[in-house]
């Protein structure tokens, strides 16, 4: 499931890549770990780091991204010895000056 949607994020089509984000954050809410460890993988982030750092992509797009990065982090801080890669990233580009945007306050 995780390398269609890599291929969709490699999209030109601003609507695919936007809704493949989309159906991305319905996963990781919904899946097992199993799927967690396939989206933490080295290309999957790879590309996610790219669009994020690509001035021609849709702002839009790249502030989606930063807030499945910072929500993905904060939701898997708990669990860094089997899923290290979310908390890793986000700090990372964080040291880069990467802005996040807020995360929704949840009731």
């Given at each position: 499931m995780?390398?269609?949607?890599?291929?969709?994020?490699?999209m030109t089509q601003l609507r695919v890549i936007f809704f493949s984000l989309g159906l991305l954050d319905i996963l990781m809410d919904r899946c097992?770990?199993?799927?967690?460890r396939q989206?933490?993988?080295q290309a999957f982030f790879k590309q996610l780091v790219a669009m994020l750092n690509n001035p021609k992509m849709n702002q839009d797009i790249q502030n989606r991204i930063a807030f499945l990065i910072k929500k993905w982090?904060?939701?898997?801080?708990?669990?860094?010895?089997?899923?290290?890669?979310?908390?890793?990233?986000y700090e990372a580009l964080l040291k880069r000056g990467v802005r996040f945007p807020n995360?929704?306050?949840?009731?």
């Open positions: 995780s390398e269609q949607l890599l291929r969709r994020l490699q097992s770990t199993s799927f967690h989206v933490a993988n982090a904060e939701k898997f801080r708990s669990k860094q010895e089997t899923l290290p890669t979310f908390t890793q990233v995360l929704p306050i949840e009731s």
